[in-house]
C-alpha cells in the first residue's frame, strides 16, 4: 500500500502527465496570443494552459488537446492524495511530520485548482483561469516549501533537502520574476498586444515550462527519497 | 464503470446547453429528442459551447472503452470447458474491439467528426451482436447458473434487433450540415423512436453488464473450489 500510494502513483503520474502534455501539444492546431497564424503550439510562445483552450488563438477547434490535457490533470489529482499518503512516512520526527501533512493538504488542494485550470479554459472564463492558476501555484508553492522543511528534518538524505530548497528557491524567483507582470486576457488582441512584447511573452512562456519540469522533476526524484524511508516505516 | 458512466452523465445532461435537430430553442437536455452523442458534441446545434457536457461525456466513454479491455481477462475463467474457454475468447477478443469502438466515439465529436463518429458508432453496436453470440455460448457451455445464459440471449437479441433498425441506414451526411434535408427526410417520430430506442438499449447494456459480473464472481469461485 505504501509502496502503491508513494512510489507507483507519483512516478505514474508525472509520466502520464509528460506524455499527455507532449501528445496534446503535437495536436495543437497553432496560434499564440500574440500570433494568431501560427501552425502548432510553440514551446516558447504557448503556454500550457493553452493546450486547454476550447478554441484556439487561430480559432480552429481544440478538442483532443483540451481532452487530453483536461484527463492529465484529472490523473494529477492522484498525486495530491499520494502526498497525503507520504506524509505518514514522516511519523518518526513529530515537527516533521506536522509539516508533511501541512504540506500534503497544500499539494493535494494546489492540485484541484489545477483540475480547476483546465476546466476553465482562458477563452471562456479568463477570469476564473486566472483565479484558480494563482490559487493552484500559491497552494503548490506552500506545500513545496512546507514538505522541504519536513524533507529537512527527516532521515532523509541530504541531497533530496538540497533539491527541496533550490526548488524553493526557483518558487521565489517565479514569483518575483513573473508575479507582478498583469494578466491581460488575450481575447482583447489590441490590449494584450500593446501591453506585452514578444520577448515578455516568450519570458513567461519559457519561465512557466521551467517551473513545470522542476515541479515534475522533484516529484519524481523524491520518490526515489521516499523509498528509504519506507523500508524504515515497514 | 457503469455507476461511474450514469452518475457523470447525469452531470452531463444537467450541464447541457440545449438544443437538438427539430427543436434548436430548446434550453435542456431532452430525453426523447437528444442522442446520447449530443452530449459530446463541441457546439450545440444552436452554436453554444458545450465544453462541461462534451467532456463529462467524452471521457465517460474513452473511460468505459479502456475498461473493455478487462475482458482480457474473462477466457480464464471458462478454462474447465475447452468448447466454453474457445467461445470465451472469441466472444471476449470481440467485445474488447467493441470497447475500443465507443473509445472512438468519445473520441469523435459528432459535430465535428460524424463520418468518423458514426462508423465507429455502427463498429460497435453490430461488434457487440457475434461478441455476445460467443459469451453466451461460453456461459450455456459452462457450470454457472443458467439465469446468466438466459441475461445473455435476451441482451444477444435486443442488440440485435436494435443493430439491424438503428445501423443499417445510416445518414451519409451529417444532419448539421443540412438541417432540412435532414428533417425532410427523417419524420420527428422515427427520430425521436431511435432516441428513446437508443436509451433503452443503454440501459440494457448497463443492466446485462452488470448481471455478467456476478456470473463471472460466481465462476471465479467455483474454480476456487
Excluded at chain 1, 132 to 140: L, P
Excluded at chain 1, 159 to 170: D, K, N
Excluded at chain 2, 2 to 31: C, E, H, K, R
Amino acid at each position: 500500500m505504501n509502496r502503491f500510494w508513494c512510489l507507483y502513483v507519483p512516478r505514474f503520474t508525472v509520466i502520464f502527465f509528460l506524455v499527455s502534455i507532449c501528445i496534446a501539444m503535437l495536436l495543437y492546431p497553432g496560434g499564440n496570443h500574440l500570433e494568431t497564424d501560427q501552425i502548432g503550439y510553440s514551446l516558447s510562445k504557448n503556454f500550457i494552459s493553452e493546450l486547454g483552450r476550447f478554441k484556439t488563438m487561430s480559432g480552429d477547434n481544440n478538442f483532443f488537446s483540451a481532452f487530453l490535457f483536461i484527463i492529465a490533470s484529472f490523473i494529477n489529482v492522484l498525486q495530491g492524495i499520494a502526498f497525503l499518503f507520504i506524509a505518514k512516512l514522516f511519523h518518526q520526527n513529530k515537527i516533521s511530520y506536522v509539516f508533511a501533512i501541512i504540506g500534503g493538504i497544500c499539494i493535494l488542494i494546489g492540485n484541484l485548482f489545477f483540475v480547476g485550470v483546465c476546466l476553465t479554459p482562458e477563452d471562456l472564463f479568463f477570469d476564473e483561469h486566472i483565479f484558480v492558476a494563482q490559487n493552484g501555484f500559491n497552494f503548490a508553492s506552500l506545500g513545496i516549501f512546507s514538505l522541504s522543511i519536513a524533507v529537512i528534518l527527516s532521515r532523509m538524505k541530504n541531497i533530496y533537502a538540497l533539491i527541496s530548497v533550490v526548488l524553493m528557491i526557483l518558487l521565489v524567483i517565479y514569483s518575483i520574476t513573473v508575479g507582478h507582470i498583469p494578466e491581460i486576457n488575450p481575447s482583447d488582441t489590441v490590449l494584450y498586444a500593446n501591453t506585452y512584447s514578444m520577448e515578455t511573452q516568450i519570458f513567461k512562456v519559457i519561465m512557466q515550462k521551467l517551473i513545470v519540469a522542476t515541479l515534475m522533476m522533484f516529484v519524481f526524484t523524491f520518490t526515489f527519497g521516499l523509498n528509504a524511508l519506507i523500508k524504515n516505516h515497514d | 464503470m457503469v455507476i461511474y458512466f450514469v452518475i457523470v452523465n447525469s452531470i452531463a445532461i444537467y450541464l447541457f446547453p440545449g438544443g437538438s435537430l427539430y427543436d434548436s430553442s430548446l434550453t435542456t437536455y431532452s430525453f426523447s429528442e437528444n442522442f446520447f452523442s449530443d452530449l459530446g458534441v463541441y457546439e450545440t446545434i444552436r452554436g453554444e459551447q458545450n465544453f462541461f457536457a462534451c467532456f463529462l461525456f467524452n471521457s465517460t466513454l474513452v473511460m468505459m472503452g479502456f475498461a473493455c479491455l478487462s475482458f482480457l481477462f474473462v477466457p480464464r475463467l471458462f478454462k474447465d470447458n475447452k468448447a466454453s474457454y474457445i467461445c470465451a475468447c472469441i466472444g471476449s477478443y470481440i467485445a474488447i474491439l467493441s470497447g475500443l469502438s465507443f473509445l472512438g466515439v468519445g473520441l469523435t465529436p459528432a459535430d465535428l467528426y460524424f463520418h468518423e463518429h458514426v462508423f465507429f458508432v455502427i463498429v460497435g453496436f453490430r461488434s457487440m451482436v457475434p461478441g455476445l453470440f460467443f459469451l453466451t455460448i461460453a456461459f450455456f457451455l459452462s457450470p454457472v447458473s443458467n439465469k446468466y445464459t438466459t441475461a445473455s440471449i435476451l441482451f444477444l437479441v435486443s442488440i440485435t434487433v436494435y443493430s439491424i433498425f438503428e445501423t443499417s441506414n445510416p445518414p451519409e451526411t451529417s444532419p448539421r450540415e443540412n438541417i432540412e434535408l435532414f428533417r425532410e427526410t427523417v419524420d420527428y417520430n422515427r427520430m425521436v423512436i431511435s432516441v428513446i430506442a437508443q436509451k433503452v438499449i443503454a440501459l440494457i447494456s448497463f443492466i446485462s453488464f452488470f448481471v455478467f459480473t456476478y456470473g463471472f464472481y460466481q465462476l471465479t469461485l467455483l474454480k476456487k473450489h
